[in-house]
């Protein structure tokens, strides 16, 4: 009786084993399924979190909110402006910076940070030196934000009042700004992130952004 109960138990542990390995190998190949299933989105998301520096993180934060500003004043720009050619810049610009802010989002939700922008000053992994702050970052901040070529709320309500050529005039100089701003955050970016998608972000802002400041002088030149 003892060595059947034996051989009952030595062949019920076998089988178990066997429905483990069969488990574990079943869920591997779930797994391997679920990543080949997940098609260029699920590669995106998993490549932008692959590597990432406080530097990356600060970028994020900081041009959401950079782009936003933007956007609300090409959406002023849709109604106010009284040239065409500034006109269809703003829409461009919207257009262009409004999938970005889905991307950095996008970005910090994957990074496990807040996808708002740090209220205290000190940017670990941007700054060289522990006095310096977000103004240290580039341009000097024209609405007095703490982000570079960031308009103050008096500002935006003083574009907002304006109307046709005054509009237009006021328009130009504060994206000018702005995109400088932004030009500057991003060649930190590039110099200091270590993600990859990151650092390509700031390439192409900087790029589309250098482009578009200079079509922004020559409207502003013969306004």
């Known amino acids: 009786?003892?060595?059947?109960?034996?051989r009952r138990a030595a062949l019920?542990?076998?089988?178990?084993?066997?429905?483990?390995?069969?488990?574990?190998?079943?869920?591997?190949?779930?797994?391997?399924?679920?990543r080949s299933n997940g098609g260029p989105t699920a590669s995106s998301s998993a490549s932008a979190?692959?590597?990432?520096?406080?530097?990356?993180?600060m970028f994020a934060q900081m041009m959401t909110p950079h782009h936003r500003q933007a956007v609300a004043m090409a959406d002023l720009a849709a109604a106010r402006a009284g040239d065409p050619e500034l006109k269809d810049l703003a829409a461009k610009i919207k257009v262009a910076q409004d999938p970005e802010i889905t991307t950095m989002t996008g970005w910090l939700t994957a990074w496990g940070r807040p996808t708002a922008a740090p209220t205290h000053h000190s940017m670990p992994g941007m700054s060289p030196a522990p006095a310096q702050d977000m103004h240290g970052m580039g341009s000097p901040t024209p609405g007095g934000s703490g982000m570079p070529g960031m308009m103050s709320d008096q500002e935006m309500a003083e574009l907002g009042a304006a109307r046709g050529a005054q509009f237009?005039?006021?328009?130009?100089?504060?994206?000018?700004?702005?995109?400088n701003g932004a030009i500057d955050m991003a060649?930190?970016?590039?110099?200091?992130?270590?993600?990859p998608a990151a650092?390509?972000?700031?390439?192409?802002?900087?790029?589309?952004?250098?482009?578009?400041?200079k079509t922004l002088q020559r409207i502003l030149d013969r306004l």
């Open 1 to 6: 009786m003892k060595r059947t109960n034996l």
């Open 12 to 34: 019920g542990g076998a089988a178990l084993s066997a429905l483990l390995v069969t488990a574990a190998c079943s869920g591997s190949d779930m797994a391997g399924m679920d």
């Open 49 to 57: 979190a692959a590597t990432f520096n406080n530097a990356d993180v």
């Open 168 to 179: 237009d005039k006021r328009f130009a100089q504060m994206m000018i700004a702005h995109h």
């Open 187 to 195: 060649k930190t970016e590039r110099e200091r992130g270590s993600n």
């Open 199 to 213: 650092k390509a972000l700031a390439a192409k802002i900087a790029s589309d952004q250098e482009a578009e400041v």
